[in-house]
Each structure stands twice: as C-alpha cells, then as structure tokens.
C-alpha cells in the first residue's frame, strides 16, 4: 500500500516537472503578418463582435420601448442577453482568436504578454469596426425607435455622480479580465486536465454578474467596444470610455449644451407675448363662466367644454390650416409637426379644465378650514358643526381626482411622438441642407465654365473677324454680345445667392424642429409637477375619508392643521402648474406661428 502511495507520488511530481510555462508572446512578431490563422482571428473577433452588439443592442432597445414596465425582458434579460453573448461566442471562437470580443480583455492579455503587440492592436480595430457595424444593423432595422430610445448607448444616470460612475465600470471591467486569466490559465489547464474545464461559462457568468450591478448606474460599458460603437451611431459624445472614464472636456461641453428649462421659462415668462396669450385664455374662461357652461357637479368630468386651440393658434381654425395645407402642399414632416402640436395643445387644454375643476373641488376644504376656524376647542364641537364638517369631509373624499383624467401614458405617448418627429426633422434637415450646399457648387461650377466658354467663343469670333473685311461692322456686334453675356452671368450669379426652394424648407424644417424641442423639454416639466400635484391630492382625499369615517372630533383637529398649514403650498403648486402650461401654448403658438410665416415667404 504505501509503494503504491509512493508511486503516486511520484507520477504526480513527474506531471509537475513535465509542466513547462509557455513563453510570452513576442511584443511585435512579423512573422504573424504573413499567415493566415493570424487574418481568420481578425475577421473572427470582427464577426464575434458585431454579433454581440447586434443581439444586446436590440434587446436593450426592445425594452426601453415597451410602455408597460412589466412587459419586456428587464434589466435581468438584458444581463442574460449580455452574458449568454458572450458566453455562446466565447466558446465559438475560443479555437480560432482566444474569443476576447472586447478592447479590455484583448488589453489585458496583451499586458500579461499573452498576445502580440500587432495582433493586440488588430483585435482592437476589429472589435470597434464590429461592433459600429453590428449597431447600424440594429439602426437600419428600429429606425425610429433606436433615436428615440437613446441607441444603445452608455449614460451615467442622474442619481450617481460622475466619480461612482468610473469606480463602478473600474470595478466591473477589472473583475471580468481577472475572471478571464482565472479561467483561460494554462497551468491551471495542465493541472485539472483531467477535469473538462469550460472557459467561457465562468466568462459569461461574470459578464451576467457585473451588468446586474452596473446596468442602473452607467448601462454597463466594461466592454470599450461595445460603448464605442453604440456612441458612434448615436453620435453621443458624453458617452463614458470604460475605463478611461472619458473627456472632462467632452463631458463639459456635453453639460454646457444642455437646455436650461428654468432660463428658457424666464425669458418667456411675462412676456407681452405671454400676457396676450394668459389674457386670450382667461377671456374664454370667463365667456364660458358667464353662460354657465362650467357649472359644478361631482359626477362630470370636465368643468366647461371650449377647444382654446380655436380661438388662440395661428391659424385659428384647424379647418383654415387644412386648407392650407391641400392648396400649398406642405413637406409631409410639417403637417405631422401641426397634428402633433394640435395633440400638445388639446392634452393642455384637458389640463387647464383639470385645474379649474380641481380649484372648485377644493372650495370644499376651504370651507372646513373656516368652519375649524370658529372653533376654539372640542368642546365648541356642536353636533351641528361637526356633522357639516364630516359632511364636506364625505364629499371631498368621494370626488374624483380631476387631474387623473389625464393620465401618464397621454404624457409619455405625446413625449415619444415628439421625440420620434424630432428626430425625423433633423435627419431630413441635414439632407436637404447637404443637397442644396451641393445644388450651390453646381450652379457655382455651371456659372464659371458659361463664362469660360462664352469668353472663348468670343476671342475665336474676334480673331475670325480680324482677318475678315468686315472687321469694322462686325466688331460693335461682338461687343453688344460680350455685353450680353455679361448681363446673363450676372443674373446668374445673383440666382446662386438668393434663397433657393431647399433652403427655404430648410428653414421651415429647423423653426419646426426647434419648437418640437422645447415642447418636448416644457411637457417633461409639466408632467412632472401633474404627478406631484396629483399625489398630494390623493393624499388629501385619504385624509379626508378617513376623518369622514372615524367621526373623531380630535383626529379632525389634526386633520385640519395639516391642511391650513399645507394651503399655500398646495396654491402655489396648482398656480406654477397653470402657468407652466400657459407657458407650453405660448411656446406652441409662437413655433406654429413662425413655421407660417416661413410657408408665406417660401410661396412668395
């Protein structure tokens, strides 16, 4: 027993003194220029890659464009759908390229001088090539939804810092590339070759792992190539560089060309253009005040019935902009820009009904604060008094919200079709923007070769008649002709200057996308303070119910102080909510207005 121990023993020694550590790779090896299995590794990581980005863009796009957050895969499916990639092509082309797929781990190797310098630097522009092309794949399939769902790209969120950013793709990248020389270790292979040892499952596993910890802070780039081509196609230059953790200057001038909402609603508020528009809609207000068409009642849904956008955009009347549109055959991206800014302007028609509904609903807490008011102390709580207040109480609670009628989905539905429309305006614009600067070159080009060739001709007719008899008559002829062309190119050089029919829509096109833009960031806004008002009121209507329903005389003090204490703020709330939406029909108005004025001039 114990010589069998012994030659154990010894084999297991033998198998360790037969290990032999592979030598490192060369830092630059010429030789590998001239074979093939050094091309076929390229084109395999080029491959490997753009299928990765194909597959995992998508998906993120897929989810981020489902409405209903239980729908769709999730932030688990999308750690799936990363880590499964890498899994399934980290086996595929283990045998072919060693399988990296990504800038880090190829990096990685090379600094453990497992990989050639030239072969290193190959694997890099293979990865970012793939993975630019697997994300215009996703692009020229989505289309739409890739823009308006942000392509794919990595974002540091708003919660986390800049710093938390960096540390977490640090983190995360290093824990990936030392899961990558674990499991791809080749003493370990020797050792365990017994053993069937799969690399690429730990990989994968790893890859799951870190996008469930990074997906909510940065979208997870530990993979430079899969950022990189997701910024390219996107054109997002605050895109974090994995580990270098980007620009700071790109990262300044990304937060310097962000739109500051609170500047814009300075410059607007107050406005002599603002003040007509208030005065215009609280004119319609109090017309309809005054037939009695905005009469109180707990069980309608809107206070008044009256469409403002007839009565405060330009045009006025929806039917003299359709008219409009059939006799001057408006760019089809104009009239979606009018039906979508109608859409605006009914949903901010709804809200200002809901407001004033609101305000009616809520002369019932008024009342009970001055009824509380009267009353010193429990005792003064006659049967009479309290049984009013419980009364309003009752009915306040029974009433529905006005500002649930308008629900979030309109707000995300107008915000995504706005968003889409946007897009579609500024990839039209910079076509024709490309089309008419080349239109220009032409008429430059066609301009000079008249002049060059009419010059010609007119030297060949002078020589002509130079030699002829005629000389002396023919000679005033030749100069009115010179004169004449002369005229002719002057015409033509003041054609290239004047504003072209491209130009002219280009105009059109950017006073539309421009409006479209800050509608966009004034619907942001304005849903926001809907959901915060509307969370209060709820919370005041369970208040009220649940004093309605104790009958406590005590519980209705405390009831009532919160709601005197709470009175000016919740004023403030619904004042800064109705002028943020005078604010979205002014901005409206304007943009609708400026986009005419440019049809007018355009058809002169």
Known sequence: MAKEVTEEAGEASQQERDYVEPPPAPLFDPEELGLWSFYRAVIA???ATLLFLYVTVATVIGYKKQTDPCAGVGFLGIAWSFGGMIFILVYCTAGISGGHINPAVTFGLFLARK????RAIAYMVAQCLGAICGVGIVKGIMKDFYNAQGGGANTVAATYSKGTALG?????TFVLVYIVLSATDPKRNARDSHVPVLAPLPIGFAVFMVHLATIPITGTGINPARSFGAAVIYNNDKVWDDQAGGSRDECAQGLSNKLNVNEEYKKAFRTESYVEMWSKIQGQLRRKSVDGIDRLSSSSSLPFSVHLSDHLFEPEKQ??????????????LLIEYFEASLEACNLCDSLLRSIHQTRANYRRIERVIKLSKRVHNSADYTEKISGGIFGELAAYALLRNPLSFV???QFRDVHDNNLVLLHRLTSDLRKIRRKAKFNRICKKIGGYCLVISHTALLIALLVIALHGIVVIVAAPALVGCSKCLFRKKIKLLHGVFKTSSLEKLCAQLDVAAKGTYILINDFDT??????SLCDELEHKKALA????RSKNTELLKEVVKEFYMHDSYYQEQLDELEEHIYLCFHTIN???RLVIQEIMVAQQ
């Open 319 to 332: 039917q003299t902009l359709t008219e409009m549109v059939q006799s001057m055959k408006f760019h089809r």
């Open 590 to 592: 304007r943009s609708r």
């Open 545 to 548: 119910d649940m004093c309605a």
């Open 45 to 47: 990581e080029f491959i």
């Open 407 to 409: 629900s979030p989905l």
């Open 168 to 172: 977490a793709e640090i983190i995360g």
């Open 526 to 531: 304005v849903s926001r303070l809907v959901r």
């Open 115 to 118: 990989v050639s310098l030239v």
